[in-house]
């Protein structure tokens, strides 16, 4: 089963206007956490927002912020004024647990199929 | 202000060559990863790196080796080239545990197996 996903393979909005784009998220581990990346045509990957399992306020960055519902275990963007260059492909990922080799632990992304987003004029 | 480079930018390799695609990041990170992106895709993790000498294998090891020789080096090696291994690679460092770290990403690396 797919522990991210992104129902939405395209999205657009009117420049200035708010978007949100859905993600949904699958895991029986009490403490994780959820990301945004922005990639945009040119290829890199954007780090945006951040929200933790244990974070009693939704996050905000800006024009950002994410919409955290942990019953529902969703954890959507929100955009606001949107903006031309705000046309990207959306990635939300969450942070796994891993057990390395070496007997200590670190953390995985897995990533969504994510969601292009169109700004038009 | 460099953070994570990666080179090249762009291969193209025939069936059966060998190259290292090459990641150095300057911020001081002891974990770092690849990551590989299909088309259409997110990204599936390669392998990762918890600090110098130490690597462990991710989703999609199979075709790949890597090695971390010091903090900031940490190059994958793709041994006998194949057209599945056609991909974007994407090399990401982050700070520390803890599930609030988040991971920056290289540019990329767009790679081509003919």
């Known amino acids: 089963a797919q522990k991210i996903t992104q129902t939405q393979p395209g999205m657009f909005v009117q420049e200035k206007e708010a978007v949100t784009l859905d993600c949904t998220y699958d895991t029986s581990d009490p403490s994780y956490g959820l990301f945004w990346y922005k990639q945009p045509s040119s290829g890199e990957m954007i780090f945006l927002i951040y929200?933790?399992?244990?974070?009693?306020q939704n996050a905000t960055e800006g024009r950002y912020s994410l919409n955290f519902q942990k019953a529902r275990k969703s954890a959507n963007l929100v955009i606001s004024a949107s903006q031309l260059g705000d046309s990207a492909m959306y990635f939300c990922a969450m942070r796994e647990a891993l057990t390395t080799n070496s007997g200590g632990s670190n953390y995985k992304l897995t990533f969504g199929k994510g969601t292009l987003l169109t700004v038009n004029p | 202000n460099a953070g994570v480079t990666q080179t090249p930018k762009f291969r193209i390799l025939k069936i059966g060559q060998s190259m290292t695609l090459q990641c150095t990041q300057d911020m001081n990170h002891n974990y770092m990863y690849w990551y590989r992106q299909d088309p259409g895709m997110g990204l599936k993790l390669i392998y990762y790196s918890v600090g110098a000498g130490i690597t462990d294998k991710g989703e999609v090891p199979n075709g790949y080796n890597v090695s971390r020789s010091t903090t900031e080096d940490f190059p994958l090696r793709l041994e006998l080239a194949a057209p599945s291994q056609t991909s974007v690679y994407f090399c990401?460092?982050?700070?520390?545990?803890?599930?609030?770290?988040?991971?920056?990403f290289g540019d990329g690396t767009r790679l081509s197996i003919l």
């Open positions: 929200q933790g399992s244990y974070d009693q």
């Open positions: 990401a460092s982050s700070y520390g545990e803890g599930v609030g770290q988040p991971q920056h």
